[in-house]
């Protein structure tokens, strides 16, 4: 006799609905899951559900019906009797155990309206994309559609009718190929249209547009939901970080206008200690260039910050926002004390930036950016304490670009050369390579670029650089073989082109060329050089230029010099000469040597004879 299971296993009452709008491949896995603990199971949004499937379950389809059209429906008809909902798509899953999760909603508190419910998003192509909804599973009292319709796939916290992004969204791709990405967007889209006046709406949407650094939506809207929202705002604390949103957007989209509006709205909703209120003014005093006014209020700012960091509860009841921005702060107080000469703290400034955790190597760079007009001694200080905290080539070499070699005090290129040259020149890496050729040290570059000549990334301008420093250290031979090789794999570059052909202006041998060519095209080539010397014996030039600058194109497509003959064929034939030593034509290029040769003896004797 099959063992009954016992009663309390479909207690407390659960209508589960799953959607097949991500696919279905998982379909029967998940209900397998889920029935244990479900009174009834919904298909929504789904197509072509087998019918063995259907029965088998019992479940009951409702198409292509989306997840709000399928609740309205059920509610206003009140075909659903069970105490919760819980909501899943047919491909996640689900990770937590039915016996577990059924034993947690059943000692939720009445006053509790929902609790997280674990699972995995699956994407395109089988990508599983970590993300959750905090409230899956919802109890028929709490208002379905303000409590769960709109729930954002994504950690966050939902309390009441409120909605709002509170930990990071790293798990998802901003791309609109990422389904996770696009549930994310439409749900806060229809949840901000459908409540304009609430602004836990209002708090998701704009902190959406600020996660996709969409700066322009978030300017064209403020206005309209600050003036909508102004008594709300001041209420409710936990709201107050929408200043920093549209204050910031504002910012970097140039609206000085609007943005002043936002900030004296601000400062007459938040309190002056309060850090988002001080950050407001440390960008206000940025954008008025108020060098006296950055460092007093980034200095409160700094400090508010440094207090409140951990304190999560003040965090959240005030909705700070602004905390992210302190590298950003610390940068334009720096700025400001420079333009004041005040060094000591300028320093002191810098060190301080290197201890935080968000200052990377771009940060650094916007920092010296700002920093490129100070005196050569200063810059040298900020340079080497950033050195000593980003020691690598690559940033090394970009903060070149800002303050060059040869503008750098004595003690920093003696600490570059003393310091990092031993180091990078252990790892070789190959900006390390570029660096040195910069910094002089020619034969530390050669030996770093011929170890990348055959890297799939970074060959074409490995041995490009390589030859170059092979000619600086007098390597002649070196350099033509690196140009040749790289001219045999890129024939496209015009600079190593142009380099060999400037190297090799009288070709030289052929016979040690080691590479093959390609016969059909080398026949089509000696054709042409045979027509070439049948127009030249017969003294007609006219249609030489265009079968020299045919065999040109053939072997140099790309190539935009111009191959003129007038006046100067010896040197129209070495050009196309060098062209097909590089693409290994031996037949060709030794043609063409003769025909160049016997051209200029002939020349030579019409000279003499006129003389």
Known sequence: MEEQKPDTAKQPGICTLISGSLGTENLENCIQKLQ?????ILLIDTEHVPEDLVNAYQLSVYGKKSLNDVLAHLFNDQEITADWLLFTYANEVVEEEPAEFLKQIAEIPANVNGIRFPVRSVGLKGVTEKCEFETRCVRLQAQPYSE??????????????RLSITKNLSGIKKKASSPAFVRLRDSIVRYWERYPEDLAAAFAFYQFLQWTDDYDEVVNNCMRTLEQGTTALRDNSEYWGLFTIWG????????R??????AQQAFSVLPESHPDALFLKSLRAKIENNHDDMILNSKLFVDKVQKQRHNSYYLAQNGVRSLKYEVQVRGWR???LAQQQRWQSVFAGVRALTNLDQFSESKALDLLQDLQLIATDKSTTILTTLWKNFASPGFVLETLKIFPLDSLHEEGAKFLVDELTPAFMQKQEFEAGMLF???GLFEFAYEIFTKYKNDPGVGEPAMFNGAQMALEIGQFEEAIQLLADLLHEYPANKDARLLYEGLTPDVGTVEN??????????ETLLEAVDAINYYVEKNKYDPILSLVKQVHDVMAPYSEIQVEIYGDLPKALARIESLAISHCYLKVAEKLQELRRNFTAVKADEKTAKH
């Open 513 to 522: 060329a080691d590479l093959f060519a390609d016969i059909d095209i080398e």
């Open 148 to 161: 769960f319709l709109d729930k954002l796939q994504v950690e966050g916290a939902v309390s009441k009718s």
């Open 437 to 439: 050729m910069q910094m």
């Open 248 to 255: 910031e957007a504002c910012y970097q989209m140039r609206e």
């Open 36 to 40: 244990p603990i479900s009174d009834n």
């Open 334 to 336: 720096i700025v400001s």
């Open 257 to 262: 206008e609007k943005f002043n509006r936002v």
